[in-house]
T-cell receptor
Framework: NAGVMQNPRHLVRRRGQEARLRCSPM?????VYWYRQLPEEGLKFMVY????????ESGMPKERFSAEFPKEGPSILRIQQVVRGDSAAYFC????????????FGPGTRLTVL | AQRVTQPEKLLSVFKGAPVELKCNYS??????LFWYVQYSRQRLQLLLR??SRESIKGFTADLNKGETSFHLKKPFAQEEDSAMYYC??????????????FGKGTLLTVNP
């Protein structure tokens, strides 16, 4: 089991461009979580998804950010019209169930906005 | 709102010395507490959780509800313990107990 996969590992975008971050959960895991880590900060919850459903997006900024987890393929975190403040490390985690289950983290995608 | 505080950004000890990484939390209910560790060039991984009451790699952590603390301890530090340590909590019971709230982390360096 390769673990949670994220790509790209590093992403550079200019202000106003779009960023797409991908996350493939561990085999057998149907629950995906996205976290953001700003410089000098701890990880902060953004969104929790199951296949084809957004369960909790309470931590996601209301504008420019969206997430999906389609029936086939990886989960996508999409940031439109990026700004410098979006520069951060974005981590994806997955678990087989949601309640009380250990979350397994991916290596993260480091987004830099120029 | 819940909050996790790790007062030490950096902690440096010598090999064989005891180590304690501090973690305090604020949460009105009964949280579940975790310690996650990130070794150099590796991904974040769970070290231990308070409900398991187990010792992993010689580390233990006791939940002190009176002091709202969950300090991580090891009696004899090893060089391979050098890593970034994050304390985290989720809401206990039902509800949003998947939503981890992390502290800012403590970078532990164990010197030879």
């Amino acid at each position: 089991n390769a673990g949670v996969m994220q790509n790209p590992r590093h992403l550079v975008r200019r202000r106003g461009q779009e960023a797409r971050l991908r996350c493939s959960p561990m085999k057998g895991h149907s629950h995906v979580y996205w976290y953001r880590q700003l410089p000098e900060e701890g990880l902060k919850f953004m969104v929790y998804l199951q296949k084809e459903n957004i369960i909790d997006e309470s931590g996601m900024p209301k504008e420019r950010f969206s997430a999906e987890f389609p029936k086939e393929g990886p989960s996508i975190l999409r940031i439109q019209q990026v700004v410098r403040g979006d520069s951060a490390a974005y981590f994806c985690a997955s678990s087989p169930q949601a309640s009380r289950d250990t979350q397994y983290f991916g290596p993260g995608t480091r987004l830099t906005v120029l | 709102a819940q909050r996790v505080t790790q007062p030490e950004k950096l902690l440096s000890v010598f090999k064989g010395a005891p180590v304690e990484l501090k973690c305090n939390y604020s949460y009105s209910g009964s949280p579940e507490l975790f310690w996650y560790v990130q070794y150099s060039r590796q991904r974040l991984q769970l070290l231990l959780r308070h409900i398991s009451r187990e010792s992993i790699k010689g580390f233990t952590a006791d939940l002190n509800k009176g002091e709202t603390s969950f300090h991580l301890k090891k009696p004899f530090a090893q060089e391979e313990d050098s890593a970034m340590y994050y304390c985290a909590l989720t809401e206990g019971g039902g509800g949003s107990n998947y939503k981890l709230t992390f502290g800012k982390g403590t970078l532990l360096t164990v010197n030879p």
